[in-house]
């Protein structure tokens, strides 16, 4: 079956440090999203990114579909970064599958 | 706008009941997908309402059951309740099918004992 695998599954760091988040996918993927699940549950969309870059501030992803994998960068974290990060991507068979997370633990 | 809404957020129930949760999209929204999160099988996709109709549907047993209204809300029903069904319950919506930007809402926890 399809599978997304994330990197590295855990990661602590000081306030201030940068992180790169990565996903790594089976197949050719027609979407993909990433997620910050926070430690209260909820999911928010960080970015909608099939292919390419984008940027919101201090975070911005990559996607390279060909070479099936996508890149979350935070830059400058705070604490309020701390939680799980997932991506998630559609394969072709109409279901969202989600990666295994990463979380990410920022230590002021 | 109002973002996803969910009720009840907290639910125990116990073997062989059944229950029924509710998820309300941003309006405007048409596409409704749940969800369910667990630590162990992580999260995995349930099924997928558009214009209350069920677009795909996940790997999960005939027990788990749901329905889209014509205002968008959805309803999510488990029968025959099984300790293995407690999880963190999550729908999203969406504005478009095809699992576009999804925004979640805050979940509801059930729990089976």
């Known amino acids: 079956g399809i599978q997304v695998e994330q990197s590295p599954p855990d990661l602590i760091l000081q306030e201030g440090a940068n992180s790169t988040l990565r996903c790594n996918f089976s197949?050719?993927?027609?979407?993909l999203q990433w997620f910050h699940q926070n430690p209260w549950g909820q999911l928010i969309n960080l970015f909608y990114?099939?292919?390419g870059t984008k940027q919101n501030g201090r975070l911005s992803a990559t996607t390279v579909a060909t070479e099936r994998y996508s890149l979350l960068y935070i830059s400058s974290s705070q604490t309020t970064d701390s939680g799980v990060y997932f991506c998630?991507?559609?394969?072709?068979?109409?279901?969202?599958?989600f990666g295994t997370g990463t979380r990410l633990t920022i230590i002021p | 706008k109002a973002g996803v809404t969910q009720t009840p957020r907290y639910l125990i129930k116990t073997r062989g009941q059944q229950v029924t949760l509710s998820c309300s999209p941003i309006?405007?929204?048409?596409?409704v997908s749940w969800y369910q999160q667990t630590p162990g099988q992580g999260l995995q996709f349930l099924f997928e309402?558009?214009?209350?109709?069920?677009?795909n549907k996940g790997n999960f047993p005939g027990r788990f059951s749901g329905r889209q209204f014509s205002n968008s809300r959805s309803e999510m029903n488990v029968s025959t309740l099984e300790l293995g069904d407690s999880a963190l319950y999550l729908c999203?919506?969406?504005?478009?099918?095809?699992?576009?930007?999804?925004?979640f809402g805050p979940g509801t926890r059930l729990t089976v004992t």
């Open positions: 309006s405007g929204h048409r596409s």
């Open positions: 990114i099939p292919s």
């Open positions: 309402y558009f214009s209350e109709t069920q677009r």
């Open positions: 999203a919506s969406s504005p478009r099918t095809g699992f576009g930007e999804q925004y």
């Open positions: 998630a991507g559609e394969f072709g068979n109409e279901k969202l599958t």
């Open positions: 197949d050719s993927v027609n979407n």
